[in-house]
T-cell receptor, first 112, second 114 residues
Framework: GENVGLHLPTLSVQEGDNSIINCAYS??????FIWYKQESGKGPQFIID?????DKRQGQRVTVLLNKTVKHLSLQIAATQPGDSAVYFC???????????FGKGTRLSVIA | KAGVTQTPRYLIKTRGQQVTLSCSPI?????VSWYQQTPGQGLQFLFE???????NKGNFPGRFSGRQFSNSRSEMNVSTLELGDSALYLC?????????????FGSGTQLSVL
């Protein structure tokens, strides 16, 4: 887990600012999407999910937006904190008992 | 509830050897999936087991195999290890493993092949 994300795009934000992490998904038939957070040395941790019949869903400090027209997913984190520093993955799923397919990930670095 | 437990946490092997990794899912979860994570390829799906049957398989060579026991615990095996098999191997469980069901991941087994 320590070497995960060596070559990932990085987003650097100031503590307290809002963060927006973007993801382009691959399959127009995908109908379920998840955002995961992975901290160093740990497995991916579920943050929030959204189904294709919605375009926005809010959680605690996080919002996921889904634009099916352009196959785009975004994760917004409000008032970013140092504990939010991690690699963030989007994942998609399409019907038919198929496995979750993960994006390459984005590293979020919070500057105190 | 205890989370997904993977053992061992770290493994060092040499080329040509074989390795077995273990995963205990969350209590009550019947589906176990395995993913390989590398810096270059990200998370790649290996296989999924449900009720002791392999239900889905990713695009990996036959050296990668797995099984699931009646208590839903799962093992994966890699034979004739290659340097490129060095990776973090993640196990994830879900209640039924169906579409539109989130996965709960363990912390992984970091495999280094020398």
């Amino acid at each position: 887990g320590e070497n995960v994300g060596l070559h990932l795009p990085t987003l650097s934000v100031q503590e307290g600012d809002n963060s927006i992490i973007n993801c382009a998904y691959s399959n127009s038939a995908s109908d379920y999407f998840i955002w995961y957070k992975q901290e160093s040395g740990k497995g991916p941790q579920f943050i929030i999910d959204i189904r294709s019949n919605m375009d926005k869903r809010q959680g605690q400090r996080v919002t996921v937006l889904l634009n099916k027209t352009v196959k785009h997913l975004s994760l917004q984190i409000a008032a970013t904190q140092p504990g939010d520093s991690a690699v963030y993955f989007c994942a998609e799923n399409y019907s038919g008992n198929t496995p979750l397919v993960f994006g390459k990930g984005t590293r979020l670095s919070v500057i105190a | 509830k205890a989370g997904v437990t993977q053992t061992p946490r770290y493994l060092i092997k040499t080329r040509g050897q074989q390795v077995t990794l273990s995963c205990s899912p969350i209590s009550g979860h019947r589906s176990v999936s395995w993913y390989q994570q590398t810096p270059g390829q990200g998370l790649q799906f290996l296989f999924e087991y449900f009720s002791e049957t392999q239900r889905n398989k990713g695009n990996f060579p036959g050296r990668f195999s797995g099984r699931q026991f009646s208590n839903s615990r799962s093992e994966m095996n890699v034979s004739t290890l290659e340097l490129g098999d060095s990776a973090l191997y993640l196990c994830a469980s879900s209640p039924l493993g169906g579409t539109n069901e989130k996965l709960f991941f363990g912390s992984g087994t970091q495999l280094s092949v020398l």
